[in-house]
Structures are given as C-alpha cells and as structure tokens.
C-alpha cells in the first residue's frame, strides 16, 4: 500500500476528527432522545463509520463500499471469512478511503490518550472517606468479578478448545485463562459515563461500582498479561515476571508515591492550589504512570486511575482539573477512543 506523505496524513486526520466527532455527537444525541446512555450512542458510531455493518460477516458475498476502509476492494469478499477459494485481495490505495491505516493509528493514540485522561478524572472524583467505609464491599464485588468467570472458564475451555479458537502452539493453562479473561472483560469507561449520565457517578452506590470495576480491571490485565506469557516464548517464567510488574507497579504507586505526594502536598507553598505550574507536574504524574502501567502490562486505564487515586485530596486542585479536562476529556477524547474501532474492517 503507497505511503501517505506528512501533509497527506495530516489532512486525513484532521478530517477524520472532523467526521468522528460530528458523527458521535449526532448519534449520542439521538440516543438520548430516546433514554439511551450518550455514550452507547458513541459506540454506534463508530460502527456506522464502518464496514462491520455492511461486511461479509453479516451480508456473504458483499463488501462495504471502498471509502469506508482501505483493505477490501469493491465488490470483493474478504479472504478467509466466505469462501475458501477466494484469491488474496490487493489493498487498494490510502487515498481513496475515510480512514487510511495511517490515519487510524494516529486516532488510536489520541483515543488511548483521552482515556488515560478520563481514567486519571474517575479517580480524582471519588470519594475517599466513601470509599474506607465500603472496602468490604469493594474487596468482594472487585476480585469476585474477575475470579469467578476464570472459574468458569475452566469446564469451559476443553469445550472451545478446537482448532477455530485455540492455536496448536498456545498451551492448555494458557489459553483456559485467556477464556476466562474474556468472560471477565469489563468497559470501565463506559460504566463510568452511564453513572454520570444518570447523576450516579457521585453517590455511595456509584463510588461503590466504580472502585470494584477499577479492581476487576486491574486484575484482569493482570490475568492477561499472565496468560499472553504462559502462552508465549518465556513459558512460565515470563508469567512470573509479568505478575511481578504488575504488581511492582501497583505496590510503587500505592507504597512510594502516594506517601510522598502527601508530604509535598502538606508543604506550605504559594503557588496557588490551581496554578498552571501545579497543573503541568500533576500531568507529568499521570503521563509517568500510564507509561509505567503500560510497561508492565497494565494498559492506560489503570495507569490513569492509580495515578488520581494517589494524588492527595486537594478540593482545589481538583475543581482546576474538572474544570479544564473534564468536558474536553469527556466530549472530545473518549469519543474518539470509542469510535474507531468500528471503523476498521471485520
């Protein structure tokens, strides 16, 4: 497939931008109108922007047309999906589609960035004294929700086990986890906007659910990055290594950082609470964290979240990020984390 030239891409971006968010805002607001989350509407969108809708999964013998992706052409069924005799199909050129690979990668770190925000947002809005008061309950619904589909995963896994869904090299503990691990699949951002959408996002139930999601979250990259091991090259021993990043970072953050914030943050200091200096450095934090999540394994999300649940609690501060993130992050950003993936060919 011909490169797209610096200027090309940028064209291609700007445009797609233009197109997500019209796109979303249009169908999450239809959404609404009808006592339906915006953000499932969000999703829609991306689906609509697609060829999932009109792909040959759904309709056998016919493509989306060719402005919608880059990797089918007109009127050509996608090779290894209907009909096994179907010749390789040529990409056609990045010029003549919505939404390029190029394009679709630069959208994707933009996505993954809104959602390193949003996360980071979640946690700096719970309610800590709510939260101490319902640790039972979190330690129960958190790791419950992860474990028990693992459980099931396991009479499950013998089951799925053929040739169309586990890879002859991948191991048998390996793959029985990773089916678990999809049992367990949880959307915290999604979760998150429905609450705030239904004004539940700041009530003791809300606090409640968003906690357990963000524990079930963890250990789920946790069992992933467990299982991605045990199946590859490292066997168990990258396993071993992998749980202890996982857990390295969690118990740096919970264990090292958050002490230290809090004896920086009972400094007395001049700089006022929502200053754009204290602003840069509590980013500089939460860019430290999600890369260090994402280094061992973690993903973004816990990154982000660990990142605001270590920042000490500064009513200030906290305002200053809502007020200046808050809606950006929420409106323009997480939507593009949750419209491209529709818009990639099945």
């Keep these: 497939m011909p490169a797209l030239s610096a200027q090309a891409l940028v064209s291609f971006v700007l445009l797609d931008l233009a197109i997500i968010l019209a796109v ?28 999932t809708l009109l792909g040959p999964m759904l309709w056998p013998g016919f493509a989306a047309p060719a402005l919608l992706h880059c990797m089918i052409q007109p009127g050509v069924i996608q090779p290894g999906l209907v009909q096994p005799g179907t010749q390789p199909v040529t990409p056609i050129s990045p010029t003549t589609c919505l939404f390029p690979v190029p ?19 979640t946690a700096v809005e719970l309610d800590r004294a709510v939260l101490r008061n319902r640790t039972l309950g979190i330690a129960l619904v ?30 048998t503990l390996g793959f029985t986890l990773f089916v678990g691990v999809m049992l367990a699949a949880t959307a915290l951002p999604v979760m998150v906007r429905i609450l705030q959408e239904r004004g539940l996002s700041r009530s003791a139930l809300g606090y409640t659910g968003i906690a357990a999601s963000a524990v079930a979250t963890m250990g789920l ?16 021993a990258g396993a071993s290594r ?11 953050m919970l264990l090292v950082v958050r002490p230290l914030l809090a004896k920086i943050a009972a400094r007395p200091t001049r700089a006022p609470a929502g200053g754009v200096g204290l602003l840069v450095w509590v980013l500089v934090l939460l860019l430290a964290s999600g890369l260090a999540a994402q280094l061992a394994g973690l993903t973004v999300i816990v990154g982000g979240f660990m990142a605001g649940l270590v920042l000490p609690v500064q009513t ?25 993936p529709g818009c990639r060919p099945i």
């Design 24 to 51: 979303a805002r249009s169908v999450g607001t239809l959404c609404t109108r009808i006592g339906q989350p915006r953000v499932v509407g969000e999703i829609l969108a991306g689906v609509l922007l697609g060829p």
């Design 103 to 121: 394009a679709r990668a630069v959208l994707g770190q933009l996505g993954q960035l809104g959602l390193l925000l949003f996360s980071f947002l």
């Design 142 to 171: 958190g790791p419950g929700s992860v474990l028990l589909p693992i459980a099931i995963g396991i009479p499950l896994a013998p089951v799925l086990a053929t040739r169309v869904f586990k890879p002859e090299s991948a191991s």
């Design 221 to 236: 990259f946790v069992a992933a990055s467990v299982a991605s091991s045990i199946n590859g090259a490292a066997g168990t």
């Design 242 to 252: 992998a749980l202890a990043a996982a857990l390295g970072y969690l118990g740096l």
């Design 316 to 340: 200030a501060v906290h305002c200053a990020l809502e007020q200046r993130l808050g809606e950006l992050t929420r409106s323009v950003l997480l939507p593009i984390f949750l419209a491209p």
